[in-house]
């Protein structure tokens, strides 16, 4: 039996604008297997977000195929999409914009059960009391609403959220970006217990590269809506074989000048458009090592190693 729980092939989005198309989710292929978390990273507007959302239908695709446990979910009803949602959540960005300020901590917690008809009026209520234990909530706070609870005790109303119907699957998209940095260890070390208790399967959107290390298993890094580089999380920091992975992972800011990569250059060069863009790679304008075919034809997904795979006409990446 596979242990493939999740399979994007060629999955892309694009959305209109008064210029033509703009290619937010570009051809993108991958899998994840159970269990285990796939860090996406990239920089703001590279299509991240906009992935996890095609990924569980909250936008609509444009063309390729999503596959949970099998199956193209892309072609499923509006209610066999009902049914599926129990099993597919996310975590939001933003706590305090993604909860409703007219309901209280246990209402939004017990608004899936209302929606899906499970369980009865107490059976809810102690399901949200057993939710809220779970991620570390308080039921003091069962009556609270989110504007009178700080940022992370609202992401935690969210994680309960999402836990709510026992899924498999969660979309975390950048679930701690807007949290003090204090707290944004306490929500990691939360969700990484939780994984490891529930067998849950995590997509971790961030833009944060420390964050993403310390809870993937495998990281995809994107660029202008392409998947340009996917590895296991440590080898990406040890062994990046894409240009514009290495340049990532130099912008991170290390205390100690002594260890930074004194051969390193910022990136240069003019950021290509998204909307109908031109044949070749996309971050050739701004690479110090493109040549005449990168420019030419956009280069594939490819393994270089086992697990390793770049999109790139120089994939062994020896002259990195």
């Known amino acids: 039996m596979s242990d493939v729980l999740l399979e994007c092939r060629n999955l892309k989005k694009y959305f209109e604008t008064p210029l033509g198309q703009l290619h937010a989710v570009d051809n993108v292929s991958f899998s994840l297997d159970k269990g285990r978390t796939l860090g996406i990273v990239g920089e703001s507007g590279c299509g991240k977000s906009t992935l996890g959302r095609t990924i569980l239908r909250l936008t609509p695709h444009s063309d ?3 596959l949970f446990e099998g199956q193209n ?3 499923y009803s509006r209610s066999q999409m009902m049914n599926l949602r129990r099993q597919m959540q996310i975590i939001f960005q933003d706590p305090f914009s993604s909860l409703n300020p007219r309901m209280t901590v246990s209402s939004i917690i017990e608004e899936p059960f209302r929606i899906h008809k499970i369980l009865n009026k107490e059976e809810r209520r102690r399901r949200v009391v057993e939710l809220m234990d779970t991620v570390g909530l308080a039921e003091r706070y069962v009556n609270t609403y989110p504007h009178e609870l700080d940022g992370g005790r609202r992401q935690r109303v969210g994680i309960a ?6 899924p498999k699957f ?3 998209d950048e679930p701690v970006s807007a949290l003090d940095v204090s707290i944004q260890a306490q929500i990691l070390n939360l969700m990484m217990d939780l994984k490891d208790r529930l067998k849950l399967t995590y997509l971790f959107i961030t833009h944060d590269l420390s964050v993403v290390k310390h ?9 202008m809506g392409l998947m340009v580089e996917k590895a296991p999380s440590e080898e990406i920091f040890t062994s990046p074989r894409h240009p514009y992975t290495k340049a990532l992972l130099n912008a991170i800011p290390i205390p100690d000048l002594a260890y930074r990569d004194k ?6 060069g003019e950021v290509s458009s998204p909307i109908e863009p031109a044949p ?3 971050f050739a304008s701004r690479c110090q090592y493109a ?4 420019t030419r034809e956009t280069p594939p997904l490819e393994e270089s190693a086992e697990r390793h795979f770049i999109a790139c006409h120089h994939r062994l990446g020896d002259q990195y």
């Open 280 to 282: 070749g790679c996309r």
């Open 73 to 75: 979910i892309l072609r």
């Open 291 to 294: 040549s005449e075919i990168c």
């Open 215 to 223: 809870i993937s298993d495998d990281i995809a890094v994107m660029y």
């Open 263 to 268: 051969e390193a250059e910022p990136i240069k």
């Open 170 to 172: 969660i979309v975390c």
């Open 161 to 166: 959220r999402a836990l709510s119907l026992k």
């Open 64 to 66: 390729g195929e999503v």
